[in-house]
Structure formats: structure tokens, C-alpha cells
């Protein structure tokens, strides 16, 4: 049987193929190479530029942690959440027991306002690593997010316990408590915090501001601010304007159904509907909707300008706004009944409350009122929660605003 020799010219061909190890090697090169330039134009301030770049780099090595979290990151930057999202999912697929592509993952979510999302990844993150701060402290700011007081406590009380030198566990505690109204509580944390940071720490010292002033401490606000100054003149202007209660500022009575509260003691009924070519209040028993518009000083809470029972109308009873009807009642059969409020909206955009109420007419059409000495109380909150200057939460015609 006749022995055949190998072409040399075959085999020679055959060595100088490259491996698949070789080619993965070229590959990774130059998914690295594609990499630094994304780099460079994020060093460039020119983000858009680098997704091209980040996105052949994962093309050639689909492997790349690093491009995965440069695209991601870049997304974000470019909030582009939804791409930073569906670059995150990928990256935790490939490493499921990974808890940095967990808590990245929650960063999108939380960034897009996917709170509930962002807890559930930022949940396996800290299943993953249980003693690891981080994850814990991103847990808990969502839970902070999603006003979960408790459940933020308990975050970031694990993380003080993991981490105790960490300022960052004691401010946030500061700011939960600070949402929960225990001040005294949020002081003690937030003063750890500074300590910790050797007083160069603007959160926490801005929020150390805030609980003082949850707990009426003027004096401590007051250096608080100038304090907070000195390291962030924003945060200080912020904390500043926190001071400044709300007021109802002035009452206009609109040009539909005016109610003229400058009208004194026994006016009668019908002469408030003089504008009304119905002259509707001049019948027995019939009713007329009247409106007043309140002007703030700041932005209020929508939610809670509407709610009819933030709102008040009741006789006065001394002080500036005086006493209904002077304080002697004549002929009390003929009084008509307080009015009473129907609805209320809004303007955020002028900071205007329009009040709709209704009065009454007797039977006999001979009802009076003393517009003048009725106090509409408004007893609701501002954008921030903030209660009303109980030195300008009322209004009357006698007194005006007080």
C-alpha cells in the first residue's frame, strides 16, 4: 500500500490561520482600543460623541464589563434612561450574582423615577452582599424617595452599623428624621455626620438647617444659615427662603359674582346680587354662588388648596378682624346662614386660590349679613409642607389679611 505525503504547501497554509484564541485576542483589542476613544470623548465633554465608540466596543467584545458600564453611565448622563436601562438589564444577565450590576441597574431605575424597579434591584444587590453599604444606602434613598420612612431607617441604620465611620449613613438618618419630625433624633445624626466629615460636608450641614427649623429654633437657624454659607451659597439661599411662611398676600373678588366684603353690618342679602340681572338673591329661598380669589406669597399645594376642608368661613369674633355685627345681633330671624363653600381651584402659575361659595336667601327675601366680619380661614400647606404664618391665614373685609 503506497504511503502518501502531506502538501507541504496545505500545511504551511494552515499554520499561519489564526486561532480562535488568537482571534478573540484581536477582538478584545480592539474593543479596548474603541473603549479609551469613547473615553476621551467623555473627557472632551462630548457624550454623544462616545456612545458610537462604547457601542462598537461591546460589538467587537460582548463580553466588555467596562463598556457595558461606560454605555450605561453615558445614558444616563445623557438622560437617555430607557437605553441606560436596557443596557443595564444585558450586564446583569451576563452577571446575575454580580451586585455592582445590580446596584447600576437600580440607578437607572431610580434616575428614571422607577422607584418601585430600582427597590427591587437594589433588594438583590444587598441579597448579594449583605454586608455591603452601599447597596443598603441605595436601598434605603429609594425607600426614601417612596416616603417609606420606616423601611429607609432600617437601611440606613445598617449601613452606620457595616460602616460607622461613614458620614454619608449618618446624614442620611438625619434626613429621614428630618421627614419623620424627629428632630431632636435628625440634630444628633447630622451633627455626627459634620463631625465625621470635619464640618466640610454641605448636605448634611444644610440639612442640620432644616431640622432646626422643623423644631422652631430661630436662633440655631439663623447661624445655621450663615454657616452653610460658607460652603454653599445655593443650599444657603434655599435654607433661607425655608423660613418664609406662607401668607395669603391680598383678596381680589374676581370679575364673575363678586363678593363685596367691604359691606358692614345688616346688609341685605339682595343687595349682592346687584350686578345679577336675575337679581337672584331678591327671591325667596333662592341661592347664588359668589367667588373670591386668594393670592400667596409662595407655591402652594395644589392637593391641598383644593380640599374643601382646608378652607373655613365663620363669624368673626374678635381681635383685628373684629366682631360680626359689631357684637348685638338685631332681629336674629332675619341673619342669614353662613355661606357655604362648593368647590376651589388652583393657578400654580399665579399662586391663586378662587374660592366658590354659596349664600342663601330666607323665606320671607329679607335675610342680612355682615360680609365685612366674615373670616375665611385657610388652613392648609404649602409645596414643601410647611404650615401657613398664622399671621396671614385669614382674611375678612374689616381686617384684611391678618
Known sequence: MAITTPDRSAALFLSILPTADTILAQQASLSNNLLIAGVRMLQKSRPEEAVPFFKKALAMDSSSIDAYNYLGNTYLKLNKNDDAIATFKKLVAMKPFDKDSAVTLGNAYAQAKKYADAETSYKKAVSLAPNDNLAHYSLGQTYLLQNKLKEAETEFQKVTRISPRDANGYYAL?????????????????????????????????????????????????????????????????????????????????????????????????????????????????????????????????????????????????????????????????????????????????????????????????????????????????????????NGDEFDGFGQVF
Open 174 to 390: 438625619g434626613a429621614t428624621y428630618n421627614k419623620m419630625g424627629k428632630y431632636d433624633t435628625a440634630i444628633s445624626n447630622l451633627k455626627q455626620a459634620v463631625n465625621l466629615k470635619h464640618g466640610d460636608f454641605a448636605l448634611a450641614e444644610t440639612e442640620l438647617g432644616y431640622a432646626y427649623a422643623g423644631k422652631g429654633d430661630d436662633y440655631l437657624l439663623q447661624k445655621q444659615i450663615t454657616k452653610v454659607g460658607t460652603l454653599d451659597t445655593a443650599a444657603a439661599q434655599l435654607l433661607k427662603a425655608s423660613t418664609i411662611k406662607t401668607k395669603i398676600l391680598n383678596v381680589d373678588y374676581g370679575p364673575n359674582n363678586p363678593f363685596y366684603s367691604q359691606f358692614g353690618a345688616y346688609t341685605p342679602l339682595s343687595m349682592l346680587s346687584m350686578l345679577d340681572p336675575a337679581k337672584t338673591l331678591e327671591s325667596p329661598n333662592a341661592t347664588k354662588d359668589f367667588t373670591m380669589i386668594f393670592q400667596f406669597n409662595g407655591d402652594m399645594d395644589s392637593t391641598s388648596v383644593k380640599n374643601i376642608t382646608n378652607w373655613k368661613i365663620s363669624k368673626a369674633a374678635g381681635g383685628k378682624a373684629g366682631y360680626y355685627n359689631h357684637g348685638y345681633t338685631l332681629n336674629p330671624q332675619t341673619q342669614a346662614d353662613l355661606p357655604l363653600m362648593k368647590s376651589v381651584s388652583y393657578d400654580s402659575t399665579k399662586q391663586q386660590a378662587t374660592i366658590t361659595f354659596s349664600l342663601k336667601q330666607n323665606a320671607t327675601a329679607n335675610a342680612v349679613i355682615d360680609p365685612s366680619h366674615l373670616v375665611f380661614k385657610f388652613s392648609g400647606v404649602d409645596v414643601r409642607g410647611k404650615a401657613m404664618d398664622t
